[in-house]
């Protein structure tokens, strides 16, 4: 069975601290998508990144990085120098391919950026 | 904005009514899936529509029951309504097809409290 587990169920930090959102994933596909969203207050999921199972290289967008590591079937996300703006409830998602697509989510991690 | 839109964005119901929300789904899109997402929890995958045929069903009861329409917008119906239906409900389009796995977008959802 597929299952996404976000460990950290909140989390609170200084701004301009560095943070790291941890994702644990379980899936006997080979083949699969992961994801992360950002869910601010208003509610509406909003879309990160998208990585497939063959592509393990970290990527970095701006303030937001992201290590994907099959041994260990983790997929976190690091937010460097967080903003208050940051604050937020962060989902980890799990897609298998084929079918319906579906996505498994995490019950997320909420993030308080202190000013 | 991803240009999904959901209606209404609030609904008050009472045990055993009916309601029907409805999504609009990206310029381009052909599949629409709904979510539920109850307080402090991931959302849950409900269907998911594809060209007008349901295509995948998450472990909801047959109360739960929905519409694609030509031009890919979408409503999701719950008969019988329960206290434990009051959740937001999240509406994702994508764009499906062979070889094609998209991500998906999603709208603002709509938030129901059943009394």
């Known amino acids: 069975a597929q299952k996404v587990t976000q460990a950290q169920t909140e989390i609170s930090v200084v701004e301009k601290e560095d943070v790291t959102l941890d994702c644990v994933y379980e899936?006997?596909?080979?083949?699969?998508?992961l994801f992360w969203y950002k869910q601010p207050p208003s509610g509406e999921l909003v879309f990160l990144i998208r990585?497939?199972?063959?592509?393990?290289q970290n990527e970095i967008s701006g303030r937001y990085s992201w290590n994907f590591q099959k041994s260990t079937s983790s997929f976190n996300f690091t937010i460097t120098a967080s903003q208050v703006v940051d604050s937020a409830v962060y989902f980890c998602?799990?897609?298998?391919?084929?079918?319906?697509?579906?996505?498994?989510f995490g019950t997320g991690t909420r993030l308080k950026v202190l000013a | 904005e991803t240009g999904v839109t959901q209606s209404p964005t609030h609904l008050i119901k009472t045990r055993g009514q009916q309601v029907t929300l409805r999504c609009s789904s990206q310029?381009?899109?052909?599949?629409v899936s709904w979510y539920q997402q109850a307080l402090g929890q991931g959302p849950q995958f409900i269907f998911q529509?594809?060209?007008?045929?349901?295509?995948g069903r998450g472990n909801f009861p047959p109360r739960f029951s929905g519409l694609q329409f030509p031009n890919y917008s979408s409503e999701l119906n719950v008969n019988a309504l329960e206290l434990d239906d009051s959740a937001l409900y999240l509406c994702?389009?994508?764009?499906?097809?062979?070889?094609?796995?998209?991500?998906?977008?999603f709208g603002p959802g709509t938030r129901l409290t059943v009394l």
């Open positions: 990585r497939n199972s063959f592509d393990e």
């Open positions: 310029s381009g899109h052909n599949t």
């Open positions: 529509y594809y060209r007008e045929e349901e295509n």
């Open positions: 994702a389009s994508s764009l499906s097809g062979a070889g094609v796995t998209d991500t998906q977008y």
């Open positions: 899936t006997r596909d080979t083949t699969y998508y």
């Open positions: 998602a799990l897609s298998e391919v084929g079918g319906t697509y579906k996505y498994i």
